[in-house]
């Protein structure tokens, strides 16, 4: 705006007049309010900071809380997956470890200890559908069924008949699973088998198999016939006479 006593230009707050001296009235109302403003906002950022002041406390425990909840998070992922990382790093070492492992499992195999090369394979984590183990998927998967007979038919007979059991049924009924599984496969994949480079100690793993059945369930050759013709409740009951004289 322009002075009205000699035409220079003032400001919008100028209270006189630079050039010559003459005090403004004009430009009152632009003066007042700019002092509201002022004092609106000293009030406002002094509310501010007393909001800030009484909210720092709370302000703190929040973050705090955010920092600790994603502290929880991180520990529950890592122990919810602890296995699997521990798994995933077993799988590489058993690439790396490739030609050391292949010995250990012909020694295994050659042992005939199967049982011995199926837990080797697990507490290794090797992957046998995949390079450099691909070549041993199905002597893998027989070895495990192998491994689950053994085990359960072990359990159903070490107490003998005398003993006090925590469950019988339970015992009959993994057994005969395990019998019926390991012979399932056996028979199902028979022509796999046949073509496979292991095919001589999957053979082996079955004529174990039928040693075991023949001393520990008392079923020779014929036996073993008539028992898988049978129906699945004939076959626990046969199992329950000779394990627990039932």
Same mark, same amino acid.
């Given at each position: 705006m322009k002075c009205s006593s000699c035409g220079a #230009?003032?400001?919008? &707050?100028?209270?006189?007049?630079?050039?010559?001296?003459?005090?403004? &009235? $004009?430009? /009152?109302?632009?003066? @007042?309010? +700019?002092?509201? !403003?002022k004092k609106d906002s000293a009030r406002t950022k002094k509310k501010v900071r007393q909001i800030l002041s009484e909210n720092i406390p709370m302000v703190i425990s929040s973050f705090v %809380?955010?920092? *600790? *909840?994603? /502290?929880?998070?991180?520990? +529950? =992922?890592?122990?919810?997956?602890? !296995?699997?990382?521990? #798994?995933?790093? @077993?799988?590489?070492?058993s690439v790396k470890n490739y030609e050391t492992y292949s010995v250990i499992i012909k020694d295994y195999l050659d042992a005939g200890d199967y049982t011995g090369f199926a837990a080797f394979e697990e507490n290794h984590s090797i992957a046998e559908w995949e390079e450099p183990y691909a070549d041993l998927w199905l002597l893998c998967d027989m070895a495990k069924e192998y491994a689950y007979l053994v085990s359960a038919v072990e359990s159903a007979t070490m107490f003998g008949p005398d003993a006090r059991w925590y469950n019988p049924e339970s015992y009959v009924r993994d057994c005969r699973s395990a019998i019926w599984d390991f012979n399932f496969e056996f028979e199902r994949r028979l022509s796999d088998i046949d073509a496979d480079p292991y095919r001589d100690?999957? =053979?082996?793993?079955?004529?174990?198999?039928?040693?075991? %059945? $023949?001393?520990? +369930?008392? *079923?020779? $050759?014929?036996?073993? $016939?008539?028992?898988f013709a049978s129906s699945d409740i004939q076959q626990e009951a046969y199992l329950e006479e000779v394990l627990i004289h039932e």
């Amino acid at each position: 705006m322009k002075c009205s006593s000699c035409g220079a #230009e003032i400001g919008l &707050t100028d209270k006189v007049c630079a050039h010559c001296g003459r005090v403004i &009235t $004009e430009n /009152a109302g632009y003066r @007042a309010d +700019l002092n509201f !403003y002022k004092k609106d906002s000293a009030r406002t950022k002094k509310k501010v900071r007393q909001i800030l002041s009484e909210n720092i406390p709370m302000v703190i425990s929040s973050f705090v %809380m955010i920092v *600790l *909840l994603i /502290a929880v998070i991180a520990v +529950l =992922y890592v122990k919810g997956n602890a !296995y699997s990382f521990r #798994e995933d790093a @077993a799988r590489r070492d058993s690439v790396k470890n490739y030609e050391t492992y292949s010995v250990i499992i012909k020694d295994y195999l050659d042992a005939g200890d199967y049982t011995g090369f199926a837990a080797f394979e697990e507490n290794h984590s090797i992957a046998e559908w995949e390079e450099p183990y691909a070549d041993l998927w199905l002597l893998c998967d027989m070895a495990k069924e192998y491994a689950y007979l053994v085990s359960a038919v072990e359990s159903a007979t070490m107490f003998g008949p005398d003993a006090r059991w925590y469950n019988p049924e339970s015992y009959v009924r993994d057994c005969r699973s395990a019998i019926w599984d390991f012979n399932f496969e056996f028979e199902r994949r028979l022509s796999d088998i046949d073509a496979d480079p292991y095919r001589d100690y999957i =053979y082996d793993m079955k004529a174990k198999a039928d040693i075991i %059945m $023949e001393v520990y +369930l008392g *079923l020779d $050759e014929q036996g073993r $016939e008539q028992y898988f013709a049978s129906s699945d409740i004939q076959q626990e009951a046969y199992l329950e006479e000779v394990l627990i004289h039932e």
